[in-house]
């Protein structure tokens, strides 16, 4: 008896994506599950593997394309002759593939133990800021899990081996029948392993790690900020059954400055006046990263005024370009005056106040604005 066309086993079209293909097979494969139709002399078994047969081609996009192009003879032509029905897959298999994205199971890989991949870690390195902006090579100490060189990462006493799991087979799953549905769930006895240890590793006891305290490199590059995380491929907790190590997240931590604030390529800082230097006008030193400069202050200076140095900031790890350095100066009020220097201040006092409000623009307004404000509300 010829094959029934593919397309038309599972009530598709030939331009029927991956999803309707799928949704059909599960439509079908309800419908003549043997569990549901026990009565029928197997008929709706034969439809049902007959369903499964044309899925299992038509889902795979090069078996697909084979078979568009040549049918059933291209099918049995190519590597082991994909045209008849697998019956070493179960029933129970078969649900499995295709609705274990419903119930959590499915397949994993080609069946075999589980590998789990270890555990990422994080460490938060502080820095100060000139090494954040310069960028540094730092050694850290990281406690993680390695694998145990006693037992290779086995876990298993040196000379004996891990066993193959009596529970699962090796497999690493086992699957529980519920009605016409198959649901697998990671082996009980062995954790998904595939193997038990009968004579434990004496230094692992049996995991194939040990916790250890391991000593790393990092290269922190120009320009860090806070916040900023380096990812170390591969230096995580070492993997169990074989599996692949986490990575290592180091969140860097840059401490307060003394002088400087930082605001991503820009530096401020607060720089102090002396009275007679905010008054007559004069030069103060002013620090930057790259060292000192001069900073020229205009006769007349108010407290608060900010100075914008182009270039004397820092770069980013996102862009060399050097942001600015924004100097606010605060004029000092003098403090422990003599009978003398207060004598000379009292006197300099009333020669500014008979000049009127030219000496003091910004008191005479502030002056003018508080009456005006309580005119207002009176």
Request: charged share 30%.
């Amino acid at each position: 008896m010829a094959k029934r066309d593919y397309y038309e086993v599972l009530g598709v079209s030939k331009s029927a994506s991956a999803d309707e293909i799928k949704k059909s097979y599960r439509r079908l494969a309800m419908k003549f599950h043997p569990d549901r139709n026990k009565e029928d002399d197997g008929a709706s078994e034969t439809k049902f593997k007959e369903a499964k047969e044309a899925y299992e081609v038509l889902k795979n996009a090069e078996k697909k394309a084979t078979y568009d192009q040549f049918g059933h003879d291209g099918l049995r032509a190519g590597a082991g002759g994909q045209g008849g029905f697998q019956s070493a897959e179960g029933f129970g298999d078969i649900f499995g593939d295709v609705f274990g994205d419903i119930f959590g199971g499915g397949r994993r890989g080609g069946g075999g133990p589980q590998v789990f991949r270890g555990a990422d870690l994080g460490y938060e390195l502080n820095l100060d800021l000139e090494k954040a902006v310069t960028g540094d090579t730092v050694e850290i100490d990281v406690p993680t899990q390695i694998g145990c060189k006693k037992c290779d990462g086995s876990g298993a006493k040196k000379g004996t081996s891990p066993e193959t799991c009596s529970t699962c087979g090796g497999v690493g799953q086992v699957r529980m029948q519920q009605g016409f549905f198959s649901v697998q769930q990671t082996c009980p006895a062995c954790k998904g392993v595939g193997t038990t240890i009968s004579d434990p590793c004496d230094d692992c006891h049996g995991r194939g790690r040990i916790r250890k305290t391991r000593t790393l490199s990092v290269k922190v590059p120009a320009g860090v900020d806070d916040g900023d995380r380096i990812r170390l491929s591969g230096e995580g907790e070492a993997g169990r059954n074989g599996g692949p190590a986490g990575d290592l997240y180091v969140e860097l931590r840059v401490d307060k400055h003394k002088i400087f604030e930082r605001d991503g390529a820009n530096l401020a800082c607060e720089v102090p006046i002396s009275i007679s230097t905010a008054t007559l006008g004069g030069e103060v030193e002013l620090p930057t990263l790259d060292g000192h400069v001069s900073l020229k202050v205009p006769a007349g200076t108010q407290s608060g005024k900010i100075f914008r140095l182009r270039g004397k900031g820092v770069t980013t790890v996102r862009d060399s370009r050097k942001g600015d350095l924004f100097a606010q100066v605060a004029v000092e009020t003098p403090v422990n005056l003599t009978a003398e220097q207060k004598e000379l201040l009292e006197k300099f006092d009333a020669a500014v106040k008979s000049g009127g409000d030219k000496h003091s623009p910004r008191a005479d307004g502030w002056l003018d604005t508080v009456k005006r404000f309580f005119d207002r509300i009176s």
